[in-house]
């Protein structure tokens, strides 16, 4: 049985495009049909928080003046609404990240992303639900609520980038642009069963990004802008959108992204690291890894399944204390003192998570230059792990969609791995392994468990081959089952 083809404003974002180039609908009517999909679907989900209507009518009008008018588009993304993750600025539109301080915070600039999107073309017509201050690993705040997985209304769809990614899941948006430091573009995107890129460091400029406090200038060292899409080809043109320096730097640099490594699949080198003690898969997750390198192997690849390029307990040690103490940068300065004066006071022997917190963000700077040091240690062992091999496939996280535990304090929150209880923030170990060495790595959806819930693995690459990355992870989008859909 052929299945009927899906409605255009839920099929990928560059079908909607070539459809809007051939003049098959109107920019303004593919507006009018994303805003009732928007309207009919999203009370369910709580994805989309703020919404810019009119704006965007008077953008999608004068798009379709402009296609009239010359027969070409502005952009690659010319007529095309898309949403976007409540974490960036947009000038003249709330941006509040969750966060009841920000409730009015109206900005007079765009980020620098968002800039580079409407350059290209697209309308940005609404913003999508974050926790607060992005801190968090599923998505809920005080002023927006709780965004649900849309495959299962009890599970999380993620953070911090779980509205964008249940958004796009739900056929609410064709493109997302979310962010990630740890694992807050990849996470929600394994549990909601879409693609997501976070890029290497430094190719997606982060000014505008919430956090920092709206006006910095600076952002942490480990923050990526990345996209999202339900295909890898769109992941592709929004990377070709977002990638490109900041505008001071604009004076003299580019960006000039090498091509894939090899054309054919048969020709990359995997690695696949499938599981690990430090942080345990389940039963699902190890079968899903088993089945794709299996048809690695099908089709002719090579796959290595014993060499790792670094050790993960030590990796994930590294990643934490330059994460907690580049989150000390924005803390109040009375807060930071009293942090200070508690770490002073810890026994030596307390090595709990809450003494590791304490000691990485109130650490001397000369510990973080070793701490810095150590990252640099790390890169160039992947970077020799990569001369062998051309990317590694890992899993995107130990387990399908938690339960949402948002109504849980924090202290007592936890995930169950095949009836064992692990820690809660055990749900990034394996996304951690890139943010601080910045490599490029997607998740892939791969899967789904007996109940239908999604399932994706990563996969990582070399440093600035963004398109290695994007090539394998079409490679396997055909060679994986069509993946779930919640657009129904």
Known sequence: M???PLPLPLRPAHEQL???RRKEISSRELLELQLRRIAEVDPR?????TLDAERA????????????????PAGPLHGLAITVKDSLETAGLRTACGAPALAGH???RDADATARLRRAGAIVVGKTNTPTYCQDIQTCNPLFGTTVNPFAPGRTSGGSSGGAAAALAAGLTALEVGSDLAGSLRLPAHYCGVYALRPSRGLVSARGHIPRPPGWLTSSDMLTV???????ADLELLLGVLAGPTPADAVAWRVELPGPRHARLEDVRFGVWADDPHCPVDADTRALLASVTELL???????????????LRESERAFRNLMYASSAASAEDEDFRAEAEQAALLPPDDHSPGAEFLRSRTQRHRDWLLADEERERQRERWADYFTRHDVLITPAAPTAAVPDQSAVPLP????????????????TTWANLTGHVALPSAVVPAGRTADGLPLGVQVVGPYLADRTVLAVAEHLSRLLPDPPSACS
Request: charged share 30%.
């Open 57 to 72: 009518r008077d953008a999608a009008d004068a798009a379709d003046r402009h296609l009239a008018r010359t027969g070409e």
């Open 45 to 49: 989900i709580n994805a989309v928080v």
């Open 226 to 232: 990345g996209p999202l899409a339900r295909t890898a």
């Open 106 to 108: 109206v900005p007079a």
């Open 412 to 427: 007592d929150r936890f995930i169950t791995v095949d009836g064992e209880r692990h820690g809660y923030w055990k749900q």
């Open 2 to 4: 052929t299945s009927r």
């Open 18 to 20: 070539a459809a809007l």
């Open 297 to 311: 192997r099908g089709a002719g690849a090579s796959v290595d399944e014993a060499e790792r390029p670094v050790d």
